[in-house]
């Protein structure tokens, strides 16, 4: 009798040591679906299940899908090129441009080195502003004014050394800040 009782409790036993291990395997799968790797394509190979939607892919040459998986990898050479930046030309198309010219104060117009007047010679791109104004747009570009002492020869010799890149004269023009 105490034999009988000995052996049914083996028996609840290894029944609840089963149990317990079953649980903690369910348990590390949920963990690892639910915090492990995630990807669309999962394998859920549970011990004793049958997979019956993988047959392609058992009958499928190894080396042919290493291939495949090499070719999905790699970049496709035929792919959409990035569309080029728009230009503020192409932005501001048919919208009326009216120049704004920014003049200088009277002491600006004078030579800081010789005191000679200055005069304008050309024009200096500075900021472009899209004014909208209900039912009408409108750019409007700013420019300074680029100035030149009046007698200033540039054909002499000792100008030409004095000549920056762009042909204009340096020390003597205002207006290139």
């Known amino acids: 009798m105490i034999q009988a009782t000995v052996d049914a409790a083996n028996k609840r036993e290894e029944a609840l040591t089963q149990e317990r291990d079953n649980l903690k395997d369910e348990v590390a799968l949920l963990r690892k679906k639910l915090f492990g790797s995630s990807s669309e394509k999962r394998t859920l190979d549970i011990p004793g299940q049958l997979n019956l939607f993988n047959e392609a892919e058992m009958e499928q040459d190894p080396a042919a899908a290493k291939a495949e998986e090499l070719e999905v990898s790699l970049p496709d050479k035929t792919g959409k090129k990035r569309k080029a930046r728009t230009t503020d030309a192409e932005r501001f198309k048919g919208i009326p ?58 054909a002499t010799a000792d100008t030409t050394k004095s000549l920056t890149q762009n042909g204009q004269p340096a020390g003597h023009i205002s207006g290139d800040t």
């Not at 104060?105 to 200096?124: H, M, R, S, W």
């Not at 502003?129 to 570009?141: D, H, Q, R, S, T």
């Open 97 to 154: 441009v009216q120049k704004k010219y920014l003049d200088f104060d009277d002491g600006e117009k004078v030579c800081p080195v010789c005191n000679t007047a200055l005069e304008e010679i050309g024009e200096k791109f500075v900021c472009r502003e899209l004014v909208f104004i209900p039912a009408k747009l409108k750019v409007y570009e700013y420019f300074h004014w680029k100035l030149l002492e009046r007698g200033f020869a540039m």
